[in-house]
């Protein structure tokens, strides 16, 4: 099973700032398989990015993905307030998908 | 509009069962793969077990391989979530989520949620 390691656990920033949020894969990740999820309290999640790079639909262009093989990562240019949320990385392989442990922005 | 709405949720003694399910509407639901994705309170995200559009494919995740069964009415729109022999650590929010039918194995649309707490 591939493991996801995001870091940092917890990012503290304002609004305004840029935040680059890491996912690391235990092995080689397909970059078609590779998605991004953005979370609030009280919430279920939301697609944010998929395929590494390409938002999905109505995701404001400040969010970008990049990366391949086993190092990813997730680019807010500048953050809005409505952005302090938990950010989830997840990959699909082998008829099963994985879910990183979670990024926190949160306000500094 | 595409809406999932879980229900079935609640408190259950460890042994015991509960069937989760989950309503679709505002699409072909029997054209999608779905998902069932669990989160322990205060803890992240765990994919739970997945099956496809005619329930040729499904799987589970280690973790409740032999004591939950995902399936699916497409003539009722509906996909479900039979689990036993249930533990504590089994207590999440449960989500049924849809797998987007384009080129990436992802999940587009998300119900809210159902509670489910395995305690004695």
């Known amino acids: 099973e591939i493991v996801l390691t995001q870091s940092p656990g917890t990012l503290s920033l304002s609004p305004g700032e840029r935040a680059t949020l890491s996912c690391r894969a235990s092995?080689?990740?397909?970059?078609?398989?590779l998605a991004w999820y953005q979370q609030k309290p009280g919430q279920a999640p939301r697609l944010l990015i998929y395929?590494?790079?390409s938002r999905a639909t109505g995701i404001p262009d400040r969010f970008s993905g990049s990366g391949s093989g086993t190092d990813f990562t997730l680019t807010i240019s500048r953050l809005e307030p409505e952005d302090f949320a938990v950010y989830y990385c997840?990959?699909?392989?082998?008829?099963?998908?994985?879910f990183g442990q979670g990024t926190k922005v949160e306000i500094k | 509009e595409v809406q999932l709405v879980e229900s079935g949720g609640g408190l259950v003694k460890p042994g015991g069962s509960l069937r989760l399910s989950c309503a679709a509407s505002?699409?072909?639901?029997?054209?999608?793969?779905m998902n069932w994705v669990r989160q322990a309170p205060g803890k992240g995200l765990e994919w739970v077990s997945s099956?496809?559009?005619?329930?040729?494919?499904?799987y589970y995740a280690d973790s409740v391989k032999g004591r939950f069964t995902i399936s699916r009415d497409n003539a009722k729109n509906s996909l479900y979530l039979q689990m036993n022999s249930l533990r504590a650590e089994d207590t999440a929010v449960y989500y049924c989520?849809?797998?987007?039918?384009?080129?990436?194995?992802?999940?587009?649309?998300w119900g809210q949620g159902t509670l489910v707490t395995v305690s004695s």
């Open positions: 989520a849809r797998v987007w039918d384009g080129w990436s194995l992802v999940f587009d649309y």
């Open positions: 505002g699409f072909t639901f029997s054209s999608y793969s």
């Open positions: 099956i496809s559009s005619s329930s040729s494919y499904i």
């Open positions: 092995q080689s990740v397909s970059s078609s398989y």
């Open positions: 395929g590494a790079s």
């Open positions: 997840q990959q699909y392989g082998s008829s099963s998908w994985t």
